[in-house]
């Protein structure tokens, strides 16, 4: 069985769309993304440096399009990949993306979703003196009590010795001065504490435009970052990406649900290579692929051929079948 995935906000890299936009039909395809989304993403995909692309209003469009871009060369039609992939998943911001790749959403819904999805996360940040870091190693039990005690929030869990915590600059801080045994804290470049209730409100607004779009069953069953649950419903997986923003990523679990439901093959799309990391690391005996160039694209559609197979037999969410509205 092969899963295809996205990354989240924070795996941006400069220049990425360069050898993307050399071939006519990719540098047209972006140039509409952007009049969609009002950004320049030829612009920040090649020439912006990683102060620029950090930005978030800028980065969770930029990922976006770069799925996309390699999705539609890859697979001919949602339904060419319903034939390879059994399981699709998304980090973070990696679900919307996967959301219009897997059908839910159109590729224009889904620049719209991500300019608003940036945008917003964008002003929460900006409004107070937040951030996030990643503790590296160490006993669970103690990385949680740390945690508690500097009065951080546990916000993704990514895999084996590795989550993320986010809060208040100064409680982050006390965190690095005082880190739990044997880990590592590693403060990451996102200015804001997010995936916490403080986000609430933006997962509110965000609701509203997921109601405001025409949604369809996905033509490759999704896993939800927050309970690894198996979604087939458009709308259901729609209104989880809207409130996911405000809630914590699961992503051992995901990959865990992988394991047990016999993914033999896990292929990143662009820009790839933190899921493939994790996932390494985490499934011993699953094969990866991270596609980053289109010169890659002939390697990863092999590697889709070779790992093809049926999805999941049942869904760990079957909530209603109404395509949206």
Same mark, same amino acid.
């Given at each position: 069985?092969?899963?295809?995935?996205?990354?989240?906000?924070?795996?941006?890299?400069?220049?990425?769309?360069?050898?993307?936009?050399?071939?006519?039909?990719?540098?047209?395809?972006?140039?509409?993304?952007?009049?969609?989304?009002?950004?320049?993403?030829?612009?920040?995909?090649?020439?912006?440096?990683?102060?620029?692309?950090?930005?978030?209003?800028?980065?969770?469009?930029?990922?976006?399009?770069?799925?996309?871009?390699?999705?539609?060369?890859?697979?001919?039609?949602?339904?060419?990949?319903?034939?390879?992939?059994?399981? *699709?998943?998304?980090?973070?911001? @990696?679900?919307?993306? $996967? +959301? %219009? &790749?897997? =059908?839910?959403?159109?590729? !224009?819904?889904?620049?719209?979703?991500?300019?608003?999805?940036?945008?917003?996360? *964008?002003?929460?940040?900006?409004? @107070?003196?937040?951030? $996030? +870091? %990643? &503790?590296? =190693?160490?006993?669970?039990? !103690?990385?949680?009590?740390?945690?508690?005690?500097?009065?951080?929030?546990?916000?993704?869990?990514?895999?084996?010795?590795?989550?993320?915590?986010?809060?208040?600059?100064?409680?982050?801080?006390?965190?690095?001065?005082?880190?739990?045994?044997?880990?590592?804290?590693?403060?990451?470049?996102?200015?804001?504490?997010?995936?916490?209730?403080?986000?609430?409100?933006?997962?509110?607004?965000?609701?509203?435009?997921?109601?405001?779009?025409?949604?369809?069953?996905?033509?490759?069953?999704?896993?939800?970052?927050?309970?690894?649950?198996?979604?087939?419903?458009?709308?259901?997986?729609?209104?989880?990406?809207?409130?996911?923003?405000?809630?914590?990523?699961?992503?051992?679990?995901?990959?865990?649900?992988?394991?047990?439901?016999?993914?033999?093959?896990?292929?990143?799309?662009?820009?790839?290579?933190?899921?493939?990391?994790?996932?390494?690391?985490?499934?011993?005996?699953?094969?990866?692929?991270?596609?980053?160039?289109?010169?890659?694209?002939?390697?990863?559609?092999?590697?889709?051929?070779?790992?093809?197979?049926?999805?999941?037999?049942?869904?760990?969410?079957?909530?209603?079948?109404?395509?949206?509205?």
């Amino acid at each position: 069985m092969l899963a295809i995935v996205a990354p989240g906000q924070g795996a941006q890299k400069p220049g990425a769309l360069t050898p993307w936009l050399k071939d006519s039909q990719f540098a047209e395809r972006l140039f509409w993304f952007s009049e969609v989304c009002g950004i320049d993403l030829a612009h920040y995909g090649t020439a912006a440096g990683p102060d620029t692309i950090r930005d978030t209003a800028v980065a969770q469009p930029l990922l976006v399009a770069s799925g996309l871009l390699s999705a539609r060369a890859l697979f001919s039609t949602v339904d060419d990949l319903s034939l390879r992939a059994g399981l *699709a998943a998304g980090h973070s911001l @990696g679900e919307v993306t $996967m +959301a %219009a &790749i897997v =059908g839910i959403l159109n590729d !224009e819904q889904a620049m719209v979703f991500a300019r608003a999805r940036g945008r917003a996360m *964008a002003d929460f940040a900006a409004d @107070g003196d937040s951030g $996030m +870091a %990643a &503790i590296l =190693g160490g006993d669970a039990a !103690e990385v949680l009590a740390a945690a508690q005690r500097n009065n951080l929030d546990i916000v993704n869990r990514n895999g084996p010795g590795q989550v993320v915590v986010a809060g208040d600059v100064a409680d982050l801080e006390r965190l690095q001065d005082q880190p739990p045994s044997l880990t590592r804290i590693v403060r990451l470049e996102i200015a804001g504490a997010f995936h916490t209730t403080r986000l609430r409100g933006v997962a509110e607004q965000l609701g509203r435009y997921a109601a405001s779009m025409f949604s369809r069953d996905p033509a490759t069953a999704m896993l939800s970052n927050r309970d690894s649950q198996v979604v087939r419903n458009g709308r259901t997986m729609l209104d989880r990406i809207a409130q996911q923003v405000s809630m914590p990523v699961d992503w051992i679990s995901c990959l865990e649900t992988m394991q047990r439901m016999g993914v033999t093959g896990l292929l990143e799309m662009p820009p790839a290579g933190s899921l493939t990391g994790i996932a390494r690391r985490a499934l011993p005996g699953v094969e990866t692929f991270a596609l980053n160039t289109p010169d890659e694209l002939d390697a990863a559609r092999s590697f889709a051929d070779r790992h093809a197979g049926p999805g999941p037999a049942t869904a760990g969410l079957t909530a209603g079948t109404d395509a949206g509205h």
